[in-house]
């Protein structure tokens, strides 16, 4: 490496980790710095239950991969002291409702392969339908409404986030170890029951009240794929957004093609596939 | 067929397995008929009273019971029993269930272990809480239709065979109850393996011995779940209701189900196969209906009997191997690396999309000398 680019990197390196944070901060920031546009009368026959989450300090860690050096290691933990209050769904978004957005042509058909009874979330959805959904929605309501970010999806979520850390020091030379920890914990993970989306409210509320989380259904996010590499002294050497996957959060965090409607295991893709793909909203 | 309108008539008509083979009339039919007057008038009967009896305890699979691998002593007599149950199998995640025919249970049926030159006798049971007749294939056997002709059994019953291991390898065993009821009840599950060892244990083409600190049994299954009108898989309350459905699906070739050991999943997660660094670990895979070609990611097989019959010599070194159908294969893999493996069929549609994967679970120190990341994937400079 000549020492010109040994220089960049090294400015690169410290300018970075702020710019990563403060981003990620921004986008927490986000949520009530919009104007709120007055509800029109549609609203109220398709206004969804909201729980609004007040501020208060917590931790999460971001999406992505991250290495140490050459090394796997676990996602950073990062704190948020003062972040907004969230306004989220207090449910996922039910079938019900999504089908009306189909109705309108707004949304494509929703392809689950495990169907539930009642008034069930709606599953076999994409990051796309997601999306299509939010800005139906958005428009029926004249509000702002989209995906969470990881960030806000774990504030909302409290105690029934998932806390994705292995808890292994990085090791270049045993790359294994984290394979074998990793599938070992998901496997352990779910309840082996057979997963079909349950109505609405079946798994409670969290503290918050916001509703059943953690169950058979995950939830997209607005978070995408990608790496981050740290030095060994935890500075930032590089990152790299991959937002042709999007994480999916619940029972643990998975990632996702945007398209991918249903989850599969099997062949060399080993670990536990995400049993339904849903989603809920947070309103700006 | 022009059989359909027989096996319309009800289900115990179909169910009744002399009247069906009646109706079709074929050459397995009349073989079957007649081969109690035909059977027993084979060479002179050996004086069996001073062999060892050895009972045989069967495990699930995919574990095999305990078992010498090199035999000591001359020929034994060994005792097997296998009850057959009709019972109801979950395949998949998603719940799809088949009314399933299974040997002891499970898909595929138990492994048994004997040695070259040592006598099975079988006792195969048919409970009464059973509604067809079963019977059974040894391919390992010799005659009758691989003791199908001798074994063909109504609900209720229970009959004993005795047959001599003449040939050693791994083989597929499988009910045969006659005409169409053939590919439905193998499909439906009814079908295993055994394993016949040289005396002397496995060797390779110089005659060295090659021994196995762990063996495990892979069945693959192909399943032809029918589905409604909505495209989702049907629910049949009693064994036999699918029979007209399904024989559809049997038709187009075209499983719903590609699966190791009874269902989607049935050897990962949890249920993943484990091993060490260093374990030489012998795979016995069986296919009773169709061909398949088992592949370990990442691993090899070191010394493979792509047709599992052990007076042939190895092949060495193989990324994938051929199951013909109806056959078993054995391959002998040394773990070198630890991580997970994906143990497949190759056919990577049939293993991600119909269900064809298990895992190993490898334990040991990595192998820095047979791989390394050179540089970790960092943004193109």
Redesign the interface.
């Given at each position: 490496m000549s020492p010109t680019a040994s220089g960049a990197g090294t400015a690169f390196s410290i300018a970075i980790p702020v710019l990563l944070l403060a981003g990620i901060l921004a986008v927490l920031g986000d949520q009530s710095g919009l104007v709120r546009i007055p509800r029109i009368t549609a609203a109220a026959e398709i206004g969804p239950e909201l729980v609004t989450i007040a501020s208060r300090a917590y931790t999460y860690r971001p999406s992505g991969e991250f290495l140490s050096g050459r090394a796997s290691m676990d996602a950073p933990l990062v704190e948020v002291t003062a972040p907004q209050s969230l306004d989220i769904m207090k449910f996922e978004v039910r079938a019900a409702d999504y089908a009306r957005c189909v109705a309108d042509k707004a949304c494509e058909r929703a392809d689950p392969r495990r169907r539930g009874k009642g008034d069930v979330p709606v599953t076999g959805v994409s990051f796309d339908d997601a999306a299509a959904y939010a800005s139906w929605l958005s428009a029926r309501t004249g509000d702002n409404w989209r995906l969470p970010t990881i960030a806000e999806w774990t504030f909302a979520a409290g105690s029934k986030a998932a806390d994705v850390a292995l808890g292994l020091v990085p090791d270049a030379g045993d790359p294994a170890a984290r394979w074998l920890a990793s599938y070992e914990r998901e496997s352990t993970l779910g309840d082996g029951a057979l997963a079909a989306p349950s109505p609405l409210g079946s798994f409670g509320v969290n503290e918050f009240g916001v509703a059943d989380l953690a169950g058979p259904v995950w939830e997209w996010t607005a978070s995408c794929g990608g790496r981050t590499t740290l030095s060994p002294s935890g500075d930032l050497l590089s990152h790299l957004d991959s937002c042709g996957v999007h994480y999916l959060e619940g029972r643990h965090r998975a990632q996702m093609s945007n398209f991918v409607r249903d989850a599969i295991g099997g062949g060399c893709s080993a670990g536990t596939p995400p049993d339904n793909l849903g989603f809920r909203l947070v309103r700006d | 067929m022009d059989g359909n309108q027989d096996i319309n008539v009800s289900r115990r008509t179909l169910l009744a397995g002399a009247a069906f083979v009646g109706v079709l009339g074929g050459a397995l039919a009349s073989l079957s008929a007649h081969a109690e007057e035909s059977a027993p008038a084979q060479g002179p009967a050996p004086d069996l009273s001073t062999l060892p009896r050895e009972k045989i305890t069967l495990v699930s699979p995919p574990f095999v019971h305990e078992h010498e691998q090199i035999a000591t002593g001359g020929p034994k007599i060994k005792e097997v029993t296998l009850t057959i149950q009709e019972k109801q199998l979950?395949l998949d995640?998603?719940?799809t269930t088949i009314q399933a025919m299974t040997y002891e249970g499970t898909n595929p049926g138990p492994m048994f272990v004997v040695h070259e030159g040592d006598y099975v006798e079988l006792t195969l049971i048919n409970p009464a809480t059973n509604s067809m007749q079963h019977n059974i294939d040894f391919h390992a056997s010799t005659g009758a239709l691989g003791g199908g002709a001798l074994t063909l059994i109504n609900p209720g019953e229970q009959v004993k065979l005795r047959f001599k291991a003449t040939r050693a390898g791994v083989f597929v065993y499988h009910c045969a109850p006659g005409g169409a009821m053939i590919p439905w009840h193998v499909v439906s599950g009814m079908n295993g393996a055994m394993l016949v060892l040289p005396r002397g244990g496995l060797t390779d083409a110089e005659g060295n011995k090659l021994t196995y600190d762990r063996v495990y049994y892979v069945g693959e299954q192909d399943f032809y779940i029918p589905r409604d009108q909505n495209g989702?898989f049907k629910v049949y309350d009693a064994p036999g209701d699918d029979y007209d459905d399904m024989v559809q699906v049997m038709r187009t070739l075209t499983p719903t189900h590609v699966v190791f050991n009874g269902a989607?999943?049935a050897l990962?997660?949890?249920n993943?196969l484990k091993a060490k660094v260093g374990e030489r670990v012998l795979i016995l895979h069986s296919q009773a209906n169709r061909d398949t070609r088992p592949h370990l990611?990442g691993g090899h097989g070191d010394y493979v009997w792509p047709n599992g019959k052990f007076a042939n010599t190895p092949q060495l070194n193989l990324e994938t191997w051929h199951v013909a159908g109806g056959s078993a294969a054995a391959a002998l893999y040394t773990f070198l690396?630890?991580?997970?493996y994906?143990y497949?069929n190759h056919n990577?549609i049939e293993?991600?999309?119909l269900?064809?994967?298990a895992?190993f679970?490898?334990?040991?120190?990595?192998n820095?000398d047979l791989m390394n990341?050179v540089?970790?994937?960092?943004?193109i400079s």
């Open positions: - | 979950v995640d998603y719940g989702d989607v999943g990962t997660g949890e993943a990611i690396q630890p991580g997970l994906a497949v990577l293993a991600v999309e269900g064809a994967t895992h679970k490898v334990e040991g120190t990595w820095d990341q540089q970790a994937p960092t943004p």
